[in-house]
Each structure stands twice: as structure tokens, then as C-alpha cells.
């Protein structure tokens, strides 16, 4: 696609599956928020170079860039944003729910923030079997990865709070 890739090539295939639902799903004028928008992430820079202008990513710490953008980054709590209701068109979370997110606050949030008909895009570590991550952590917190059972009950709580899948979720 002519996009700088991410540093990490497992990273990538969400991040085009994140780029093409955002791009098949909004136009140009749309209001995009990356949470855990780390200085590494491509999505925000990708969505810019595609003309994309109203651009947000929020992290728990403050991200330190080399060169000068259009992109707003923002030290922020994904559960407990500062924007209005209604912000946002598009949402992504890539990878970050694994580190000791809060179903409830996460889907609290985003349902708060988004605008009637917006997408949110979420990935996360996971793993049909669960996963013995006893003593691994990651940005100071434990690392999870989910198992179906997880991601059900993920799924309950989006839906308590109006959030449902635009396609077929299968865990197995």
C-alpha cells in the first residue's frame, strides 16, 4: 500500500484490518481516536496520509515523536477520557485491552464516545486454550491473554452497553 510498516510485523495485519474498516466504514471528514496510540503505532500516520485530518491518540503516557505532526496524542486514561460525547466516528484499541483493561470502563467509554452508527476496532492477544502468563508483565501491568471465555465476556459487556459486532464473532 506504499504505507511505512509497523516495527513489529506481527502488528501489522491488525493494523490493515484497523485502516480498512475505517476506511471502508467513514470518509475523510471522519474523527478517528487511537487508544494506546503509542509514538510506534502507524494507524493515525496511515489514516493521515489518506487524507484524514481529525486525528487522536491517547496513551497512559506521554508520547515523544521525532518529527512534527497534524496528529493530536494526548496522556489519557481510555477509561476515562476528557472528550464530549458523540467524538468520534472511528475508534481503535489494537493490543491493549490484554494489559489490564476494564471491560465495563472500556465499553462504558467508547459507547459514550461514539457517534450514532460509529466502528470501533479492537484486537487483542488471544488464544483458544488458556494461557499461563503467571509473573509476565507488560507497561507495569500483568499480561493476559484471552481465551474465548474472555472474549464472551467481553462481548456481554459491550452489548449492556448498546455495542454489537458488525460480523460474526467465532471463538473457537
Known sequence: CGLGPH???????????ALGTILE???RRAAVLEMGAAGYSRLLPWL?????QRLVGID???VVLKHPTLIEYLRMDLTATTFPDGSFDAIACLSVIEHGVSAEG???EVSRLLVPGGVVILSTDFWCEPVDTHGKSAYGVPVHVLSPADIA?????????GLTPVSEVRLE
Open 25 to 27: 466504514r467513514t470518509n
Open 153 to 161: 465476556v467481553w462481548l456481554e459487556v459491550a452489548a449492556s452497553h
Open 60 to 62: 497512559l503516557v506521554d
Open 106 to 108: 472500556f465499553a462504558r
Open 48 to 52: 493521515y496520509a489518506y487524507g484524514y
Open 7 to 17: 516495527t513489529g510485523r506481527p502488528k501489522n495485519w491488525d493494523l490493515l484490518v
